[in-house]
């Protein structure tokens, strides 16, 4: 992939993964300590624009893509970035802007997917589903949207959140850039220091950016199979009715393209 000497880059953040957060309340808006986390969020997101900028990009989007999208408040974000906050209701989701002309993708506060071992708030997308497959595969988040990303030819090139999450995407993207700023221990969570999580946030996303040439989008071999595993059946049944979807079995529901932008819609209007 080209680029020019200023490369463009969308940070896609969530809060799970952010530095200290273990219990869902300090993920949701106006409940126990989200008010804290989101600053630290912000902190995260923040060192990861300061990374970018000293590799030398100049156009920085910034996506709030956890819960409500309105964690991050708009003088929280670095003044060299622009923020996309609330759901734009498009498939691109928590990768809304990546249809912008972007050369770089950077994952901030993610999580691993539902049923990984010693991982912090562990889920996949929301509490509906259980699990998210593309070609027989399962999915986190960060690869889901890391196939969006690719759907454009854009490679993610750094992750932030806990170990399991960075294991994971050292397995499924290859030499991505990686800080692990916790680790699931039971039902609590063993950490780094904020300021030295932020830290290692902006020299990986420097170092990152400065390789950029090394990285590929991340593109799996179509046809692609999607297929949601719902909690209830219910949810199983409604999605159903979608055109083209197939029925796997009670609890599942599947769609085959050739297209990875229907498998976005099909997902978009049947998991939530």
Request: glycine share 10%; net charge negative; with cysteine.
């Amino acid at each position: 992939m080209t680029h020019g000497p200023s490369p463009k880059v969308l940070i896609s953040a969530d809060i799970e993964g952010v530095c200290g957060v273990v219990d869902w309340d300090e993920t949701t808006l106006h409940e126990g300590d989200h008010e804290y986390f989101r600053k630290m969020m912000a902190q995260e997101v923040n060192a990861a624009v300061e990374g970018a900028l000293a590799a030398g990009a100049k156009d920085i989007i910034v996506r709030d893509a956890h819960g409500s999208a309105r964690n991050l408040l708009p003088d929280m974000v670095h003044p060299e970035a622009q923020l996309i906050r609330a759901w734009t209701r498009s498939p691109f989701s928590m990768m809304d802007g990546i249809d912008r002309g972007i050369d770089a993708v950077v994952f901030v506060g993610y999580h691993a997917r539902a049923g990984t071992p010693h991982a912090t708030l562990k889920h996949t997308m929301n509490g509906k589903i259980y699990h998210l497959k593309v070609n027989g595969q399962p999915v986190a988040e960060a690869e889901w949207n890391a196939l969006i990303a690719g759907y454009f030819g854009v490679p993610v090139v750094f992750i932030a959140g806990d170990k399991a999450v960075c294991d994971y995407a050292k397995e499924r993207f290859a030499d991505i850039e990686t800080v692990a700023v916790k680790e699931g221990l039971g039902k609590g969570v063993i950490g780094i220091h904020p300021s030295k999580a932020q830290a290692l946030i902006r020299a990986g996303v420097e170092k990152a950016i400065n390789r950029l040439g090394d990285f590929k989008p991340h593109i799996l071999t179509a046809p692609y199979f999607v297929e949601i595993e719902f909690r209830r059946e219910e949810d199983a049944y409604a999605g159903q009715w979608y055109p083209g979807a197939e029925v796997v079995n009670e609890t599942t529901i599947g769609f085959r393209n050739e297209d990875f932008y229907e498998c976005l819609r099909f997902f978009y209007f049947t998991h939530d």
